[in-house]
Structure formats: structure tokens, C-alpha cells
């Protein structure tokens, strides 16, 4: 064997042998892939929405705050929120099949734990895409917003970043933006 076959083998060898340890730390040592979801984006808006419930996904795991119940502060805003997919696992351990919503009115309860005593799920059952319109805010109230991957298996990733959320009082006029977009998150009716 040749000098130049023996060096042309031993790189090849090498990157194999690199490919093959990237494989093992993409699939054992990272952690799962929607672990690092950004920060959702939010827009306070008023309008029409429609409910779109996804089939067949399992229920997201509640928080310690029972759900807001509609009342003479609530329905005057929406908040828009959108977040970015999980990256796609071929693993059922690993992939999402939906998305699970929570919001806090303590900065980082939601972020360090999303069902914490402190926190509210927005949405039982999990969103199938990457954005829906919380239509059940109180007025005068800030939230603080989370998203979480879920799987078939019912377990949740890390939470995303947080997302700070004004709501403004009463029926204080915000800029306006189109929610027809997005379905509810809570997949039902409206609050009004």
C-alpha cells in the first residue's frame, strides 16, 4: 500500500469516525429538540376568531392556577401568540406532537416551571401548529408566556423563553391586528 493510499484511507477513516460521534451526541447527549423554543411573540389585538381543536393529541399537564373564567374584565383583548417548530425527531420520545401553552403573572414562575402553583395552562389540549389567539386576558395585567413541545407520551420539553405581555385596561385602544389568522388556543368558543 502506497503512502498516499494509507494517508487517503486514514482521512476518511477520521471522518467517518467524526460523523459517527456527532450522530451519538445529536441522539444521546443534546437535549430534546424542542428544548430551546424562542420566545413567543405576542400582539394585544381585538377581532374575530375561530376555534380549530387538533384530533388525537394527548391532554396537556395542568398548572396550579385553576384557568381564568370570563368575566366583566376579560374579552376586551387578545394576545396573537407564535412560536417557532420543534426540530423534527424520527424518536416518539422526541417528538412533538403539539404545543403546550402557560403564562404566569410572576416573572420567570413559568420559564422555571411551567405547571408551578404560580402558573396558568392556557390550552388543555395541545396546539398543532405554531401559533393561536389567547382570547381570555384580564385587563390591566401583565403575563409572562411560555411554550412547551409535548409528545405522544405526554411529556413536556422545557419551557421556552419568556415573553412579557401588557395587557392595557378596559377597552383602551391598542394597535389592531387581524386574529383570524391563528385559531383559539383554548380550542373552543370565544370568551365574549
Not at 89 to 114: F, I, M, T
Not at 172 to 188: D, H, K, M
Request: aromatic share 6%; net charge positive; charged share 15%.
Amino acid at each position: 500500500m502506497s503512502l498516499v493510499s494509507r494517508i487517503v484511507f486514514g482521512v476518511l477513516l477520521m471522518i467517518v469516525g467524526t460523523l459517527f460521534v456527532a450522530f451519538l451526541a445529536s441522539r444521546f447527549l443534546l437535549p430534546p429538540s424542542s428544548a430551546a423554543l424562542p420566545a413567543a411573540r405576542i400582539v394585544i389585538s381585538d377581532g374575530p376568531s375561530q376555534a380549530v381543536a387538533t384530533p388525537g393529541l394527548p391532554q396537556c399537564p395542568p398548572a396550579g392556577l385553576q384557568p381564568l373564567q370570563p368575566s366583566s374584565h376579560t374579552g376586551h383583548h387578545k394576545a396573537i401568540l407564535s412560536w417557532n417548530a420543534s426540530a423534527p425527531s424520527p424518536d416518539p420520545e422526541r417528538k412533538a406532537v403539539g404545543y403546550c401553552l402557560y403564562r404566569s403573572k410572576k416573572q420567570h414562575a413559568a420559564r422555571q416551571n411551567p405547571t408551578c402553583g404560580d402558573c396558568e395552562l392556557i390550552n388543555p389540549t395541545p396546539v398543532g401548529g405554531t401559533g393561536c389567539v389567547d382570547d381570555l386576558v384580564s385587563d390591566s395585567t401583565t403575563y409572562y408566556y411560555v411554550v412547551t413541545a409535548i409528545n405522544a407520551s405526554r411529556k413536556i420539553s422545557s419551557a421556552s423563553n419568556e415573553t412579557l405581555v401588557p395587557i392595557p385596561s378596559g377597552k383602551q385602544s391598542v394597535r389592531t391586528v387581524s386574529a383570524n389568522s391563528y385559531p383559539l388556543c383554548r380550542g373552543g368558543g370565544s370568551s365574549k
